[in-house]
């Protein structure tokens, strides 16, 4: 806390008005992140005005390309042990819950006009979206070896909406 004053140019203090701890202001730093990611995320979705599944497709591939680019979030998104305090429980449900609420509205929709399989529980449906999600921001950020180095990571996004799509398109429930 007090390099953080000092990097600030304010008392040793007055960090701890706002912040009881570190832990508080690094929660909150990474809040903010996570604010700005689903903020800017929506900002690309003309949900109502488009067809939901178009809503979904730009929902996921914006959401990764804003992740990718903002080095805190993609920190985030990517669970960099690194950068990151463990067992941060505010954050992790706060992304739970941003996420979860734009993609549930979406998904939900499809199912109530059978455009997706209604065989699989939402919540496996959701799991397996985040955990795609992750992965490709996990391989733009080279945390995995076997990530291509080669192509563009919007290319890797539109081939795992393909396969994703064709998986809940495939039978309708």
């Known amino acids: 806390m007090s390099e953080i004053a000092d990097k600030a140019c304010v008392s040793k203090g007055l960090p701890y008005v706002y912040f ?27 949900i109502g005005e488009e067809p939901p599944i178009e809503s979904l497709k730009k929902g996921f591939k914006y959401s990764i390309l804003y992740s990718a680019r903002d080095p805190i979030c993609r920190a985030i998104m990517a669970q960099d042990p690194k950068l990151l305090l463990p067992n941060s429980e505010k954050l992790r449900a706060e992304i739970v819950r941003m996420n979860d609420a734009g993609f549930t509205r979406l ?10 399989r209604t065989d699989i529980p939402l919540t496996d449906v959701l799991t397996i979206w985040r955990i795609t999600h992750d992965s490709l921001i996990h391989i733009h950020t080279d945390t995995f070896s076997w990530g291509s180095k080669n192509r563009a990571l919007e290319d890797l996004i539109d081939s795992a909406l393909e396969v994703l799509l064709s998986g809940l398109l495939g039978k309708k429930g």
Do not use: C, G, M
């Not at 929660?27 to 800017?40: G, K």
């Open 20 to 46: 009881p701890s570190k832990h508080e202001l690094l929660d909150a730093v990474q809040l903010r992140a996570i604010n700005n990611w689903y903020a800017e995320t929506e900002k690309h979705l003309q």
């Open 107 to 116: 998904f939900e929709e499809l199912r109530k006009r059978r455009i997706i």
